[in-house]
């Protein structure tokens, strides 16, 4: 069985191989490497070919599949048909690794790896593969940075050359950079410039290399900058540009070199000098200025063992210690350094250093004092005269030290406060081992202060540890003539009267001198400046005055009193003498004007200031002190004392006084005092305080208007004054009420009333028309009269128009009163019909529900027993007492009763919540009563015009004497003043739109009562019902 197994595993291999074998050795045959080409940035599942077609392999059978064994990254293969297409990844040639530095179209691949596998994987073949990526152009060329900077020298000759920066872009071929243009200046007319030109050279590896020519003359005396703006383009399609600022800078030129101030710079160090130690410092100028006058220090000429062991800093030329130095292996550093300016091309100056190593120190100083010149000096002792000058070298100094180097210089100085100091003796530099030095007087020696000193002199060499020693001479001072007089104080005050006498004595001055004889006498002087004004005896030193002093002219004086020896020299010494007038009250005190002029509001505050006086006095002190009065004796005026600011104790109607005028007198404070006066005039400006008045027409009076009347025609005019000024007693006019047919307008300047429109028969009778006069104050005020207007062909019964007009004072202003009332009664009467037809189907109503409640009683199971007496029926209607029968009025014997006068009533509300009232209720009972309150004015009324000073609403206002009282029939919301106005601030009046006429108003309050709903009956019937079906 094994036998025949082989058998057949041998005869399908054989089978397989004579089927596949041709196929495997085709490709076998033509195994070479898959080329293609893509364009790069395209999008994912772009096609880039077909391996299978590629390779000659036949598909579709499923037999042989394809699988992508590198190169997955960017790029995918279809396993069955061998199409490979670009994977998700975008492919960006421009940041491909192997493509960053390859600027050939053939060089830029993506190597990949595909397989071809047989059937169950019984054979495999690799064939490689490269995708070459095609550049596009979406890359911009750019510059390194948007402002190119160049620096250009002033005397470059033209034609010079110079290199500008190049643009970079990241496609390449003819996508890459194509060409370089040279724009011209911004603000520069257009044209090219005439100094530079640009020229583009081709680099040997193929770049494009812009270059800047000089083609005129550069001064940059006469311009230091130029901008130019240097455009580069791609040759891609469409191309892409971009642009950057070339700014050109015209330079100095660098034509001066450094220069050291000496050429060798020598110096000594320790040896073992810590590091960080300063050695020198090298100093070098450089005559030009900017960048071509900065100087930079660098090592020339140095060995290795001197840039290890020392520092240069670059800036400031400081030489100093970067490691520690033995002497032992170096004894000496001889280098140059060289200093750079950083101009373009660089100079340079350069100068020697030479640093000795010290050896450490073993020796002790040694000191020598010598006489020098005509002092004598013997046995350590020197006698100087105390008149020597200072700086005078009274003996020599010779120092010593046999170390070498560092350890052999030895420095001096003197210990204690004495007068002496050690100078060299010479400028120049010799043996560092053997110094001398003087020994100077520093400071004046005095014989009366001190006639003798120890000069202690010590010498410390550089050793380390440093080694001294110390030698000493004793100086005798020898007395002269060397002190000047003295004052006691070196300033002298004095305080000295005006207006005096002259020749009195003002101050006495005393000087001493610490010399004698001749040298201590002394004289005294004064200082030119002032011999004319004040005079000194040269011998007492008491000073005079020679005039008459002025302290307003001059209030001080200063000058200088000397006082002078006799000795040989003369010395001399001065003080200082003030002389401080005093003052005396010999001037009045003085108004900054004669008449003072002030503006102030009326209604200012009482206590508010109102104006300053400024009053001044040329003396001094209490003589300068004053006092402020008002002359006058009014109360209406105060003044302060201390700044003259003058307050008003009442405030100001300028309707009453306008200018007021009165004197302030001011008083110094002198013995004795003086005045002076000066005049106050004070203007009182007008406030808007007052309402206008309106003085035609009467609230009471009335025009006639006849209904054939033209539009235009002038029905009345309303005239109104105002006590104020100017602007707040400009009047403007208006119509704010009771013209709901808008018949009449008035002129808001002249106050004229004119009929503007169509009398019709609807117009017929009074008209109230309500006008509001403002005046043009901030804020305003405002009065309101009534403008009754009667329009009928004439006047038949005046009676009639006079209680209409009578009604009118007591309705209340937002209600209309225009026009003929049949309008509103004819629609009264359609509600009345429709009132008494609905109470006639109530009745009929709560009798049905009476006998349906009587039946539903009846058939109750608890029906009336016979013989039983009934028990009182809360329901059964009962027999009215003729006894308890209203009265009826005598005086109304022939008015009926109403219909429904027994029905129990429940009231409907008015539209604005007020409930409707009978015609008879009282006055007092009215609900609007409470809103607008009657005032029946008489002979002994308020003044109207503080009593409209009112900022409600609705102001309370006055029934003119003359005017009929309001009666009971009629509600008086608010009684009008026939001949006076109403007074408000602003738009305080509120007018409404309610038409009401005389009859109108009547029958509005007549039938009132008719319009209640009876509902007590219909809610019993309702009861009685329940009770009998329980």
Known sequence: MLRMRTAGWARGWCLGCCLFLPLWLSLAAAKQLLRYRLAEEGPADVRIGNVASDLGIVTGSGEVTFSLESGSEYLKIDNLTGELSTSERRIDREKLPQCQMIFDENECFLDFEVSVIGPSQSWVDLFEGRVIVLDINDNTPTFPSPVLTLTVEENRPVGTLYLLPTATDRDFGRNGIERYELLQEPGGGGGRSSVFELQVADTPDGEKQPQLIVKGALDREQRDSYELTLRVRDGGDPPRSSQAILRVLITDVNDNSPRFEKSVYEADLAENSAPGTPILQLRAADLDVGVNGQIEYVFGAATESVRRLLRLDETSGWLSVLHRIDREEVNQLRFTVMARDRGQPPKTDKATVVLNIKDENDNVPFIEIRKIGRIPLKDGVANVAEDVLVDTPIALVQVSDRDQGENGIVACTIVADVPFQLKPASDTEGDQNKKKYFLHTSAPLDYETTREFNVVIVAVDSGSPSLSSNNSLVVKVGDTNDNPPVFDQSVVEVYFPENNIPGERVATVLATDADSGKNAEIAYSLDSAVMGIFAIDPDSGDILVNTVLDREQ???????????????????????????????????????????????????????????????????????????????NSNIFSIENDTGTIYSTVSFDREHQTTYTFRVKAVDGGDPPRSATATVSLFVMDENDNAPTITLPRNVSYTLLPPSSNVRTVVATVLATDSDDGINADLNYSIVGGNPFKLFEIDSTSGVVSLVGKLTHKHYGLHRLVVQVNDSGQPSQSTTALVHVFVNESVSNATVIESQIARSLHTPLTQDIAGDPSYEISKQRLSIVIGVVAGIMTVILIILIVVMARYCRSKNKNGYEAGKKDHEDFFTPQQHDKSKKPKKDKKNKKSK????????????????????????????????????????????????????????????????????????????????????????????????????????CQTNNKYSKQFRINTTYLAMGHQLCALGLN
Do not use: W
């Open 554 to 632: 001059t209030d001080r004086y200063e000058f200088k009193v000397n006082a002078k020896d006799k000795g040989i020299p003369v010395l001399q010494g001065s003080t200082t003498v003030i002389v401080q007038v005093a003052d005396k009250n010999d001037n009045d005190p003085k108004f900054m004007q004669d008449i003072f002029t002030f503006y102030v509001k009326e209604n200012l505050q009482p206590n508010s200031p109102v104006g300053m006086v400024t009053v001044m006095d040329a003396d001094k002190g209490r003589n300068a002190e004053m006092s402020l009065y008002i002359e006058e």
């Open 897 to 1000: 009763q109403p219909l429904y006068s027994s029905i129990v009533t429940v009231e409907a509300s008015k539209p604005n919540g007020q409930r409707y009232d009978s015609v008879n209720e009282k006055l007092s009972d009215s609900p609007s009563m409470g809103r607008y309150r009657s005032v029946n004015g008489g002979p002994g009324s308020p003044d109207l015009a503080r009593h409209y000073k009112s900022s409600s609403p609705l102001p309370t206002v006055q029934l003119h004497p003359q005017s009929p009282t309001a009666g009971k029939k009629h509600q008086a919301v608010q009684d009008l003043p026939p001949a006076n106005t109403f007074v408000g601030a602003g738009d305080n009046i509120s007018i409404g739109s309610d038409h009401c006429s005389e009859y109108s």
